[in-house]
């Protein structure tokens, strides 16, 4: 799970570094308007474990961390290096990962 959104995040990431630089191939871009397709691929592997509402609710707090956004804020208001942005977006996966597992149990 985490290793997905690590993945997902990182090609978002490189995609919105090189859109910069002008390098990217427009057809293969993952475009704005495709985070609900790619944050469902990201919580796929939930299908079988947690209920649907769980699994949105994750999907949605993932889409506050998923993107170029964070940075901005992140370098903005914290003044954060790159490595720094990427390690407290893995934490807070981490801790909306944990707090689904939390939630499951309880409606079980």
Known sequence: MKGRFKAALQVSLQQWAAARSSTINEEKRLVRGHRKDILAMIVEPMKDDFSPEIIEKVKRSFSFIYGSEVFLVMKDIWNMANAEVIKINQWIATAIY?????????NQ
């Open 98 to 106: 944990n707090q689904a597992i939390k939630d499951n149990e309880k």
